[in-house]
């Protein structure tokens, strides 16, 4: 880390924030550009904002060595914070969990900002330095505060950023909407289940083999797909999470990921791509079980926004403290400023896809439950090339 912040990369880099902020640009694209910004002035190993909810924060947006870490759900850090307006923390001093996440596993010291809309703390700018950096200054301290005044100034603008900001921070709690959502996702399995039942009941003898085989391979599926809606519409209405809940334990991440892809529908078993499994990973610690399901939403959300017979690859992976496995699609791709809203209960993208797709917008936001609950954690991101990628982490045995 040099001795000074590179005052010439935080001139350049200004300009093209407000150029950007002046034409009317917002969201996540320029809080991304905010957060490089800052590591490459201050020399840090990585950096990462932190945007805050009422009684925790998430990264949202990282970069350098920082950047395995978004979508990573964080204690708030804001009471730290407010006996000065940035914070110089040796990580040796306390348990940072952001800070296990940085590949390489070298910082030594966090430089943290609180970044605020009047008196609101919406969250904080960390800068995260290595084992061989000298400790930043008062310049490096300034600097700073100013880059996390510019990420107030965006959140001022309430304009394309996640949903933990001002008004997009609601509940939505409504009984009357939870009555709705349950009848509308239970009818179509259940009437299917029923009409084909009946035939075979009404019409077992003129059927034939044929038609007897296939009544009873659609009921199988839709009841498998109801016996999934069922165990989602209870996660989503739990306040604390745990229905369904199997104890925790090590397990073979690359074995259980391969059963649940057994367990997919004929048609979405058949797209999905495994690729770059090895076959000798650690143990994950968490629930076997709920892969299944984790892997369901995912691949049936890649399944509705790619065009049809289109490859899903799924791949698996280990770094020193998680293992991974990442689900990529060849479909529209997420806008940047939804890969944080896609996770909230009931939301859903506006726009054609909604009308081909109806449903209930909650399979993300149990994945993002299940998930975090194991103390993983999962996000979306653009794919390179188009397309949208979905990774999750989970912690070693």
């Known amino acids: 880390m040099p001795d000074r912040p590179d005052y010439a990369t935080l001139t350049r880099g200004q300009i093209a924030v407000l150029d950007r902020i002046n034409v009317g640009e917002a969201g996540l694209p320029v809080l991304q550009q905010i957060v490089r910004l800052a590591q490459e002035t201050l020399g840090g190993r990585g950096a990462g904002f932190a945007e805050y909810a009422s009684d925790h924060g998430r990264i949202v947006a990282a970069s350098g060595a920082c950047a395995a870490a ?76 100013l880059l996390a005044g510019y990420v107030g100034r965006l959140y001022a603008a309430r304009n394309g950023l996640p949903v933990h900001s001002g008004e997009q921070a609601r509940r939505q709690e409504d009984r009357d909407l939870w009555v709705a959502v349950t009848s509308h996702e239970l009818r179509t399995p259940v009437t299917v289940i029923k009409g084909y039942a009946d035939t075979l009941s009404n019409h077992w003898d003129t059927l034939g083999d044929t038609g007897r085989h296939e009544a009873v391979r659609i009921i199988n599926t839709r009841a498998g797909e109801l016996a999934r809606l069922v165990d989602r519409l209870l996660s989503a209405a739990s306040a604390d999470g745990d229905v369904g809940a199997a104890p925790a334990g090590p397990f073979d991440l690359a074995e259980a990921l391969r059963g649940a892809v057994e367990e997919l529908p004929h048609d979405l078993r058949r797209r999905i791509v495994l690729d770059n499994m090895p076959g000798e990973l650690p143990k994950a610690y968490g629930e076997r079980d709920s892969i299944a399901t984790i892997l369901t939403e995912l691949a049936t959300n890649a399944e509705k926004h790619s065009p049809p017979g289109s490859a899903v690859e799924l791949c698996a992976g280990v770094d020193e403290e998680t293992l991974r496995f990442r689900l990529s699609d060849r479909g529209t791709g997420i806008r940047p400023e939804h890969v944080e809203r896609a996770f909230e209960r009931y939301w859903q993208a506006e726009g054609n896809d909604r009308r081909r797709h109806p449903g209930a917008g909650l399979g993300l936001y149990l994945v993002r439950r299940l998930v975090e609950r194991q103390h993983g954690w999962v996000s979306l991101r653009p794919r390179e090339g188009g397309g949208t990628t979905a990774e999750v982490r989970l912690p070693r045995a």
Request: aromatic share 4%; glycine share 14%; net charge negative.
């Open 70 to 145: 978004i979508g990573r759900r964080v204690d708030r850090a804001d009471t730290r914070l407010r006996g000065g307006r940035t914070l110089l923390i040796p990580l040796d001093s306390l348990n940072d969990e952001f800070a296990k996440q940085v590949e390489g596993g070298d910082v030594r010291r966090m430089l943290g900002a609180r970044c605020e809309v009047g008196e609101t703390i919406v969250g904080s700018l960390h800068v995260y330095f290595g084992e061989g950096d000298d400790e930043p200054g008062p310049e490096h301290a300034a600097v700073l505060e």
